[in-house]
């Protein structure tokens, strides 16, 4: 009775182990993150350690030295729980009022521009990998579409050759075969003389 009430599950269910793979996926993302910051600190880098990180993880996916499968459920529990990680900036402008005040018009300004650039070149790199999936999965439906064309007249071939024997020969044109008709017509009427 007891365990209905609080419907116990044992360590190995789904819904724990899934819970724990996206810790774990976090926690190496999270270990990318932290080696990189401090690579970019060791090495007084301009570029910051963020930056080196997101290229750290796209040549260690590329290079197949991380799987995709290792980090896909925890980056995707990070997105979908991205703005929460912006109440922190939100709130610490507060402390930045005096700013604000003096420079609120431009800082508006900023964010405007940046935000239509983002979603500008976001759109645009959106569309240009759809129409090359699309582009490629046209390409693939293509050939298999002719594959398949290729053996069906083959099998029709096939099993109407028994069928016509030696007087299977090929259709004549439409041209060809108008003459030949008329020319195997009786002449009637004028067309005689």
Known sequence: ???????????????????????????????????????????????PGSIIGFVALFLLLKFKVIKLSWVE?????????????????????????????VDGVRLVGLILI??????GWTGFLAERLAKRQHRIQTASLDADVASASAQRVASLQKSLSPQLGDSHRPVESSRQGASHRESARPMVGREAE
Not at 32 to 42: C, G, K
């Open 1 to 47: 009775m007891l365990r209905k009430l609080i419907q116990f599950r044992p360590l190995g269910s789904n819904r724990y182990f899934n819970w724990l793979k996206i810790v774990v996926q976090v926690a190496l993302l999270w270990g990318i993150s932290a080696a990189t910051n401090a690579v970019a600190n060791i090495v007084h880098s301009p570029i």
């Open 114 to 119: 940046s935000i239509v650039m983002v979603m």
């Open 73 to 101: 459920k925890g980056g995707d529990f990070l997105l979908s729980n991205l703005l929460l990680f912006f109440i922190p900036a939100a709130v610490g402008i507060v402390q930045y009022g005096h700013m604000v005040r």
